[in-house]
Each structure stands twice: as C-alpha cells, then as structure tokens.
C-alpha cells in the first residue's frame, strides 16, 4: 500500500485506504455485494435482517438487528450499540459526518452542537433488535450511507476519540490487529463471523498482512517478483514498470475502469483568480489532457465531465470548451487576459505520491504558460487533505483533488464535492468553496430520490453536471483506470475487484 | 606552540588559528612569513585538495553558465515542460516522453544531451539550473549558520555566566534534534506558511532552514575557543587600554577566531548541500517545480527501472561537488591549522 489510511478505526478514516479494509471489519446495517462490476454496487443487507423500510415519504428509515450478533470480541451485538455508533463518529468527528449524517438525521446537529445528550432521531429497542431512524428530509441514498463502515456498528461504551492503534471491535469476516501506524496492520479472520452465516457476505479465506511503503516502484517489483501477493488498487504503477509488467505478468495483471471515480483540479471559487468565470474557463480551455496522461502511465482516461462514466447523470453531450485531448492553448491565453487576471499570483496544492504530484507539477508550469504566476506547495499524502480541507485559515485557490464514489448516486459527488452546504470550517472538501444557489437547489431536490429510482432524475443530474462543466467550476482530467495486480500465488480468477471499496480481501485465496 | 604577536592595537594572536613557524613538514619557515602565506604555502603543496578545489570552481561555473547554455544550446527553459512533444534522434521521430510516461534516454545532442525527465524537462539544463539552486541554498545556509554560530559562541564564551547559560541551553535544544529530523519538521511547517514575508516555495525557505539547524554545530567550538582566548594577556592588554566589550570581541577575538571559522565554511557547505538534498527527497525542502539536485533525484525515483538517468545524473553531481568541498576543507583545514580537529556531525 502506497498511502497510509487515514486511519483503521472506522469513527475517523474517511480514505479509500482505510475503507478498503474497514468494510470487512465493520459491516454496516447494509452493505454491498461481493461481486466484480457494477453488480458489486448493489446494496443488500448487511446485520440489518432486510433493506431498510422507508415510510413517512423518505424520511423514515426502520431495519431489524439480525439474531445472534456478536463483536470480534464476543460481546453480543444491541440494536442501541447502533445509536452509540453514530454519536460516536459525530463526536470525532468522521470526515464524512458533515455531509452525511449531521444534517440528514433529526437531532443529530443537536447532539453535535452538545445541545442534546443523544440524537433524538435515533430510536432502538435492544429486545426486538430494531431501530427506527428519523431524518430531517428525504435523503434518497440514505439506505447507502447505512453502509458506510464508520456506520458499522461498533460496542457501547467504546471511547468517544479515534483509537487508531487499537480499533474498537466490529462485525465483520475480518479484523484489525498488528498496528503499526504508517507502516503494517494484519487483516486476520475473524473466528466469530462464520457461525453468524449472513449471505452474501463470504468469509475470508487467508489472513492478509499490508505493508505501506511510499516506493511504489518497488511494491509493484515485489508483486511482480512474487515477493509480495497484491498492488494496492489505488496506487498507480509507474510507466516504468508497466510494459514490463504487461509482458511478464499479463495472466495476473490488467487496468480497470471501475467507472466511479473523478479526478480534477479545483479552482477555489472565492479567491482571485478563479473567482473569475474567464480565467476558470480558461484552464479547462487548455489543459493538456493527454499529458497528464502519459504522466499517469497511460492510465488516465480524458474527460470533462465532474461526474463518471459508471455514475447516473454523467452528460453524453461534447464538452464545453473542446474535447479533451491537447487542449487549446492560444484560446486559454486570450481567456486568461480577457480576465484581466494575467499575472495573478496562484498556489497549487499538491500530494506527494506519483503521479499526483507529477500532474500538479505540470498544472503548475501550464497555468505560467497561460499567463498566471504559478508556484507549488507539496504536503505529505497522509496530511494533504486535511490540511487543504481548512478552509477557514488557509483559502486553497487551487490543487489536486479526486473522488471514488462511496455510493453509486450522484449525490455522493456533489453533495460532498460542489454543493454550498457542504463548505466545513475543517475537514472541508467542497476544495473550491462552490456555493451557486442553482447547484444547492438541484442537489436538495434531486437528493431526495433513492438509488434504486435515479433513472427517473437522470436527465436532470445530467443537465447539473452540464452546467457544472460550462460554469467550470473544476477542471476535470480525466477517469482513472485502477491496476488489479497479484501474484502468481494467488488465484488470480477468483478475486473481487469492487467498484467502491477495490480489492475484496474475502476473495484472496491461494491457488 | 609558537606565536606570532600582531601590532599594539587590534593585535592578532594565531595560537588556536594558524600555527606559524611551523611548515607542517618539519622545516623551518623563512623570517618574517605572514600566518596567511604560511597557509596558502601549505595548501599549495597540498595537491589533491587544490585538484578538489578546482573540481569544485568548475562544477560552480558551469552551473553559472547555466542560463547560457540553456538560452543558446538547448533552447529550453530549466521549468519548460514538453510532454507531448517530439525530438528526431538519429532521423527518426522519438517522443519525449511515452504514452506510457517513460521519458527518453541521452541523446548525446544539443537538445535533451542527457534525456528528459518524466515531465519532458531536459535533465543538462535542469541540472545546471538545479546545482544553482543547490548551491545558493548552500551558500546561504552557510552564511546563516556562519554568521549566527560565531555571534552566538562569541558572546557565550565571552560573557560567560547567564548569558552563556542562556545560549547554551537554546544550543541545546537546537543539537538535541537530529538535523535530519529538525529540518523535516521546519520545512514542512513552513513551506506551508513561508516565513514572514517570504512566500513558503521560496529557495530561501529551506536555506533558513539548514542554516538554523546547523547553527550549534558551528557555536560550540567557537565557543570553547573564546573561553581559552578571553584568559590570554592580549585581552587583558585590550582591557587596560580601555576598549569596550563588543570592541574586543570585534578587534581581538574575531582576528583570533578567522582561521576556525574559515576552516567551518566549506565543510559546513558540504552537509548544507547534502542536507538540501536530503529534506528535499523527503518533501521537506525545495519544492517543485524548483530545480534542485535533490528535486531531480526524488521525481526520479519512480522511473529508475526504465529512466535511471533520472537520478544517476544528478546523484553524480551532488556526489563530485559535496566530494570536492569535503576534500578541498580537509585541505585548507591543514594549511590554516595542521593539529586541528573540526568534524561536522555527531
């Protein structure tokens, strides 16, 4: 693994890292099925006996604690160690508390504020196992965000403070032991899982050590090398090595579209220069696609769409300022002193990890070509989010920044990345403090509709994204391609790649 | 030892600093041979240090010339990115950079001489645009930590007492970090927030950086060396004469103390350089896109397998120069004092 998790206690990591492994640590009321491709986005009940049952026009949510529950650690599971879960990652706060649970569940901004001792909207009868959640308003993807493992429920009782060495127990086919922060876990089977027999949810087949190290080079050589047994998902292997790997390793090897994830620049919509129409059109206009690209070792798909491929909503339409390709640099020059913002001062933010920062690298060197005065500040992975995400002391005017679905819903995406409500004092990932009344309107109304219902709003979520596209509120790169890499150990036939959380650990098992 | 006494007033006494009347070789000297000459005779028969010294002025002014050769030879700028583009190497059309991201290798011409980076960058202009930006750097933190480590072991070994307790401790602090570890700290922190006015990307970032943290490296000794010369009779003979505090600190000490300090520069620009390097491989000292050696070396680390002149070109850069310095003190270490023992590092 390339980048640390943010953390592997479930209250706190909102990463892709530490998802990967949590959501087989602490399954949710629902969870996802285990499955490759887009059947491995739907949702089907996790401890929850059924799909929730939504009433009082989407703003009811009523599930039943399945029987014979029981933590890592043996404890038996209680429908109110639910509640205590969701108070629990409001008071650490989990980086997605803000968007998903705070202001969609009744009583929680209350309990948040400290004005109430627990979230009203919360009901839970320890005997019958059921829980009954009340929201503010209908939030269509709510039976989603159930799923979240900072959702999976957790003991009552745990510390009300992240524990990222010693995670609470949960209840799951895995759990976490060995923590050694920044540098090893263990994902070991958990020995209670398989008496709970819950279908769907398979039980792993080998306890699985994870190694971070930031040489991705070298991880990729020890997959290769069959010194080690998988590349993590999120890491992108170098150029390099990839013609090497294709020819060596093409039976154990391949990129994948997992048809949910984004990956684009935000232009901080508060600060000059981009606070300016022009000069945002004007890095859309020329942003030389096929570089980053050829940055990205080939793996990058161009694009001008916020919202993917695989997401409901995504345009079918040209894109505003040219298809995506080389770009058009004499048109963002005219654009950039159109603007009256040539000579601008700009800070770009960036990651450190390859090809993150590589790409930023070459933003930075392609927004001097076009007439503004560009420099690059480079933050450690395990701390740039955070520290970008400060939006009250530190006003980021542009950078890095990507997103891989949590759910498949448009909401997820502007939700979290474009609409107003979404700008946080920390842990803020509305990155270009967008705040445009049509886009705040149209997520509020088009939120509302489940998942299972989005085709009927489909037209509309494309017309947003169209209009996001022509406002260029971000610069969209492209879609990123993921490499599914194992080694030549692993029964490579038989491995899950899931299209939100990546490797599926219960499907690792030897030849 | 022998002595050399210096005029009545602002008289300079070379007991700790050049050892005059004595060759180093056992012969005696001439009369009337001034403590500067005797070391430059000294470093003079010194071959391989002034071979070492000439490596080092070649390294400087071909990174001078890096403008130069940029502007007229290769026609391309240090920061020019040329991803997508094309060169013609051998009559055949080559891209500079794959679709798969491997950037291409020497081509022994004017343009991309020793390839380019994964950027499109050609590596001959960003490396003398980098050793510029190393050295700077360099030379800056040496100058930061030469002028506030002799201020700071001037006044501590010479007023002794609280003020000496005061120095010393913050000495202290500063020596009880690893300087790896403290310039990793600084950095990051304020390539974030810059310093006052200077903006966080800027080179004089990490120069304030590595010259701050090699401050007690330098005050120590300095400081030791006043102790022993504030109890010889010159000061006392300074003292009688009615001269100030800071004017016997400026006449009489800093005379006394110019052989040590010389002998601190070029081994304190040495672990500069190299430091640079270190803080900027992990993230914490020139940011990109910033040409530096160290800068080269990290956005290479990924493509060794199949661009290794990515890192092996300026590696052997920072290797000949830090080499080169290192030999070149060494040498002018034993001309300026034969029987001193400066070490840098713990």
Redesign the interface.
Known sequence: MGTPPQSLDPGLDYTTQGEEVNWLVYTGLTTYAHANGTAGAQLIPGLATTLPVISDGGKTYTVTLRKGLVFSNGKPVTASDFAYTVERSIKIPWGGSGSFITPIIAGATAYSNGKAKSISGITTDDATGKIVIHLTAPYGPFDNVLAFPALGIIPTGTPLKAEPTSPPPGVGPYEVTNIVPNQSFSAVQNPKWASMDIPGIPAGHVNVDVKISA???SNA?AVLNNSADFFDWADTI???????IQSQAASRFKLVDLGGSTYYVFLNTTEKPFSNQLAREAVVAGL?Q??M??????TLVPACFFLPPDVTGHPSGPCPYGTPG?GDLAKAKALVKQSGMAGQPV?VW?E?R??R??WM??Y???L?SIGFKA??????DATYFT?IGESKSLHPQTGFADWNQDFPNPVDFYGVLLDGKAILPTDNENFGQTNDPYINAQVQKLGATPTTQLSSVASQWQALDEYVAKKAYVAVFGYQKFPEFASDRINYSGLVFQPIYGWDFTSFALK | MATISGPASGGTEFSEGIDAGFSGDGQELPPGIGPWSLAWRRLRRNKVALFFGGVFLLVVVLCLLGPVYSHDIAHIGP???N??GTIKVGGKTEDI??????PIGPTWTSHYLLGAD???RDVAVRLLYGGRNSLEIGVVATLITMLFGTLAGLLAGYFRGITDGIISRILDVIWAYPAVLLGITLG?VL??RGIGPL???TLMVPAIVIGFVYIPYVARPIRAQVLTLREREFIDAARQQGLGNFQIMWSEMLPNLASTIIVFVPLILANAILLEAALTFL?AGV???NASWGTMIT?G???????FHNVLVPGIMLVITVLSVNIFGDGLRDALDPRAKVRIGR
């Open positions: 040489n991705v080079s050589l170098p150029g390099s090595l990839l013609s090497q030389n096929d570089a690209s050829r940055l990205g070792s080939g080389t800070t960036s450190t390859s090809p920062q590589q690298t070459y930075t060197s392609y001097n420099t690059q500040k480079v933050l450690a520290t | 920061d020019t990115e991803i997508t950079v794959s679709l798969i991201g491997i994964l950027e499109g990051t390539a974030i903006h966080g990307t993230g940011q990109p896109p956005e680390i990924d493509n060794i397998p199949a661009a």
